[in-house]
């Protein structure tokens, strides 16, 4: 049982560069969560899919996209990557519900912007 | 939005010491986890615990909604238990949008 898989595991992209980041899941779970990791800043929730075919903002949702591909993936996309958006990305899932949201972690994506 | 302090910040102890996390948040939550990030940057889900007590071998925690906060504590502490402890709240009525505290980081020494 993998969990939640994510890749690329490292990236280097040059400014104004595109890039998607994979993240598939094998737990059946409805929800599924896209967060960035700073330095000294904790996880900041960046997108969510509360089910497939929902999609919805989290904190810092500026200058990504997001997919439901369905049930199992959830993609992150950069369009044209700035400085900034250097961080560790982290995709999660959960069974959701109305209170119950225990969240399983990927290992991350540990992104430069250059 | 709804804020969650953790503290403290950083943490230093000798192995086999025993220590006290706390996470204050701002309103009612429906959701509290606490994770582990390892020095690796994998995170674990240590409990959900939106009230009371649980206990995992080492490890336990208490929520006390009411008073808005929740302790995690260590007895016994070993190297493996380094890295950083999250907090991470889901607010009443948003059970969808996760906030995270920004961490202790515990090192534990031999």
């Known amino acids: 049982n993998a969990g939640v898989t994510q890749t690329p595991k490292f990236q280097v992209l040059k400014t104004g560069q ?14 599924m969560y896209w967060y960035r990791q700073d330095p000294g800043m904790g996880l900041r929730l960046i997108y969510y899919s509360a089910s497939e075919g929902t999609t919805d903002k ?15 993936e959830f ?7 700035a400085p900034s958006q250097t961080s560790v990305y ?10 119950k949201n225990i969240q399983y972690f990927g290992a991350g994506t540990r992104l430069s912007v250059l | 939005g709804i804020q969650v302090e953790q503290s403290p910040p950083d943490l230093i102890l000798q192995e086999g010491a025993n ?5 204050n948040f701002s309103d009612s939550v429906n959701n509290l986890q606490w994770f582990h990030q390892n020095p690796w940057g994998q995170l674990i889900n240590l409990f959900y615990i939106p009230s009371g007590t649980k206990q995992n071998g080492r490890l336990s925690a208490t929520t006390v909604a009411t008073e808005r906060y929740s302790l995690l504590y260590i007895s016994s502490s070993q190297t493996t238990d380094s890295g950083v402890y999250f907090c991470a709240v889901t607010p009443s009525g948003g059970y969808q949008k ?11 020494i031999p």
């Open chain 2, 98 to 108: 996760v906030t995270f505290g920004i961490g202790t980081k515990l090192q534990v």
């Open chain 2, 19 to 23: 220590s006290t996390l706390r996470c």
């Open chain 1, 75 to 81: 993609s992150l996309r950069l369009e044209s990557a």
């Open chain 1, 58 to 72: 989290g904190e810092v949702p500026n200058g990504y996209n997001v997919s439901r591909l369905n049930k199992r």
């Open chain 1, 18 to 31: 595109s890039m998607t980041l994979q993240c598939a899941q094998d737990m059946n779970h409805n929800s």
């Open chain 1, 90 to 99: 982290f995709c999660a899932s959960s069974e959701a519900g109305l209170a």
